[in-house]
Each structure stands twice: as C-alpha cells, then as structure tokens.
C-alpha cells in the first residue's frame, strides 16, 4: 500500500486521460438515489488534473434523448456520452446488461485515438474498461467508490446488487494494473478479495476548500436553540432514522435533512414517508426539517447554519460530507466506519460513535453543544485537517503520481492521444 506525494508535471509531460463513470455522470444534480459522491469526485478530479496541465475525457452513459454527445466542461475536460442501452434513467443496479456495449463503444473510439491511460470509477466501469483496456494494452487504474462485499454484508437480502457484482468486483481488481483506494478500511476489505496490499495505492477524496469555507453566506437559523443537519442521499444506509431517534435526547435541537429529489417532490417520497413516520412515533416530528435536494451553491450555506453536522451512516466507503463540513469549520459526529475513520480525527474534529446507536450519537452530540468553545476548536482544527490533506490539488498530484508510477511500469504506454 503506497500513498503517493505531489509532483509537478512538466513542459511536454501532459497525460491524455480516461475517466469512466458509467452511471455517475459529472454534470449531474446531486441528492438522487444514484447521484451523490461519486459525481462530484469524478467532476473535481477531472478539473483539477486539468489544472496541472493534462487532457481529460470523461465517459458517461447517456441517460437523456437531449443530450449532446460531447460537452466541453471545462478547458482540458470534456464529457462524452456513451450510448449503452436506453437513452434514459435506470437505476445502476439495472445496468449490467449495457456494460458490454459501452466498452464496445469506448473499445472503437480508442482505437482510432487511445488515451494514455484509462481510470475507471465503480464496479461496472471497470468491467467495461477492463474489456477495451485489454483489447488496446492500455493501462487501466480503478477505483471502487463501494464494495459489494460490504454492501452484501450490511444490506444482506435488502442488497439490490447484481449477484455477479463481487465476482466482476475481484476480475477488475485483479485485471487492472492498479487500484485507487480511497482510505485504509477498503485496503483491509480489498485483501480479503485476494487483491493483495501491493497492488494498491490510497488516495483520498478530496473537497472544494474555496466553496467550503467559514467564510460566507449562511442558511436562516431555525426556531430552535441549535441545529443539526444530515446531508447526502436519501437511502437507508446513510442512518438518518438514527438521527432522528437520537433528536428524542436532545430537546433544544432541530434536525435539517437535506439531501433526496427536489422539495416539490419531497413529500411523495418513501423514504422521506419513512423517516417521517419514525419521527411522529418519537414524537420529534415538529423537530425534523426535510429539505429536499439543494442546489450545490446551497450547500455551504446550509452546512454553516448548524452546529453539528451528522454522518451516521451504517458504513461509508468515504464519505464526502465529513470533508465538506470540515471545511466550513463544523464539528462532525460521524459513525465509525470505512472512511469516516480517516478523515474524522477524534477528538480533535468530531466524535467517532458506533454505527446504529442513537444513544451513543446523542451524547456525543449533546457534548458539543454544550460547550460552544468545544465546538469553535474542533471546527477550527477540522478545517486545517482538509487544508492539510484533502484539498483537490494536492488529491491530484498524489493521483497523478500513482499514474506515472503504472506509466513507468509499462514503458510502451504512451501520453499521447485525443486533445480536448
């Protein structure tokens, strides 16, 4: 296992790159079921190794009629739309049947143009790389964002999964030339697939610290004397019945849910009937706000109104609202699960507490706001954490030192390719 440090590339040393997120496209609206993390990682990590001087494309499968077959995202990025089965939203986990036909595709353009090297971002488009990075003898990066391991291991018969997800998860890791872990916990996990230590390096996700900042706008206060908030997707996994349960043993707290389809829609959604029902039953339903998806200049507004920010999830492969809400100089309680134990330094940032227990989730949080100059040193010290080791450029060198390293060890791999 290797965490690689920044370089800096030089004149005439620019790489011509492959993203590929099938089902995770960077010009999404974040909050849906199957758009969250993954979006934005793949967007801020095509950006900002365009800043360091090379040339991305992202490939993407095309889920709108409308939609143009490339789109210019920004200079030295360039999204293109891959047609892999209908052009229209399916649910990821329905997606395996087009897999094949979007390495085809991808297959036929780099055999015209190859890129210098392909990364591929989830399960199915490393399988769909893996295909044309085979079929070219081009090197082929990964990265996970999940695991079907651990997914099997806490949804159990709930896990919606293809059933040949773990198996095509273990023909990836032991395909590519390298995998891209995004914390310690999924090394341990990878081992257990027989994708030995050192096949893999670990980068971490990283976060906007211009657009996350104390500095700034924040959303209007609530009614209550503080605030809780829990941003990310709308599913299960990410435990805001937890949040709400606790909220039963902290009477002057509010709890703002953000995060799931658009506000108009919001009252129309199950888990959002779900979590409603569990509130009226505790009897904090009066205390529980449900915001629906925000648009992404929102966020930081909304993470600077409270005084705690939750991440209770049942397990988190990363976990990007730890990073976010540091940034903005908010204490986290966070479960203390996969990349929440890298990224939330206790006591220093925040609390680490079990996963599924509001008791322990409520006391962690009920400390915090009990002490307003404990909440202001954790806050402070989570923000020069991000700045110290998750800051987007700092995310691609280390990213673009783990590609020279695999570029080094195939010395006929080019850098050349298609210019964006």
């Known amino acids: 296992m290797t ?37 934005v990682h793949v967007a801020r990590l095509a950006s900002a190794l365009a800043d360091r001087g090379h040339r991305v494309i992202v490939y993407t499968r095309r889920d709108a009629r409308d939609l143009p077959d490339r789109v210019r995202l920004r200079g030295g990025v360039e999204v293109r739309h891959v047609p892999a089965g209908p052009p229209e939203q399916i649910p990821k986990d329905e997606l395996l049947p087009h897999v094949l036909s979007f390495g085809r595709y991808m297959a036929r353009e780099w055999q015209a143009r190859p890129p210098g090297l392909v990364h591929s971002h989830f399960w ?47 023909e990836v890791g032991l ?30 996700c990283g ?48 709890l703002v849910v953000v995060g799931g389809p658009p506000a108009d829609r919001i009252d129309a959604d199950p888990e959002v009937r779900r979590l409603r029902g569990i509130a009226g039953a505790a009897g904090v339903a009066d205390r529980v706000r449900f915001t629906g998806g925000v648009a992404s200049e929102e966020v930081a507004p909304l993470l600077r109104s409270a005084d705690v920010v939750l991440c209770p999830a049942d397990y988190e492969p990363f976990g990007i609202v730890p990073l976010e809400a540091m940034a903005c100089g908010k ?34 949080v009920g400390e915090l706001l009990a002490d307003p100059a404990l909440r202001k040193a954790c806050g402070a010290a989570g923000r020069r954490r991000v700045l110290s080791r998750y800051g987007w450029a700092g995310v691609a060198a280390a990213t673009e030192s783990v590609y020279r390293a695999v570029l080094a060890a195939r010395p006929t791999a080019t850098g050349g390719g298609e210019a964006v």
């Open 3 to 39: 965490s690689q440090g920044p370089i800096h590339p030089t004149d005439g040393d620019a790489l011509s790159i492959a993203l590929v997120s099938e089902h995770a496209s960077p010009l999404a609206v974040l909050g849906g079921v199957d758009a969250g993390g993954q979006n």
């Open 124 to 170: 199915m488009s490393g399988l769909a790389s893996l295909q044309a990075a085979r079929e070219l003898r081009l090197p082929l990066l990964h990265t996970y964002h999940a695991l079907g391991t651990v997914k099997r291991r806490h949804q159990k018969y709930a896990d919606t999964s293809p059933p040949a997800r773990i198996a095509c998860e273990t």
């Open 175 to 204: 395909g590519c030339d390298r995998v891209v872990a995004t914390c310690r916990d999924e090394v341990l996990e990878l081992a257990r697939m027989s994708i030995t230590v050192d096949k893999v390096s670990v980068v971490p």
């Open 207 to 254: 976060v906007d610290t211009a657009q996350f900042t104390p500095d700034g706008p924040a959303a209007d206060p609530g009614a209550h004397r503080y605030r809780l908030l829990q941003l990310g997707r709308l599913v299960p996994r990410k435990g805001a019945a937890v949040s709400i349960t606790a909220l039963t043993l902290l009477p002057e707290a509010e």
């Open 331 to 364: 204490p986290v309680v966070a479960s203390a699960v996969g990349g929440h134990l890298d990224t939330v330094a206790d006591p220093a940032t925040g609390r680490l507490v079990p996963p599924g227990d509001p008791e322990a989730l409520a006391r962690a």
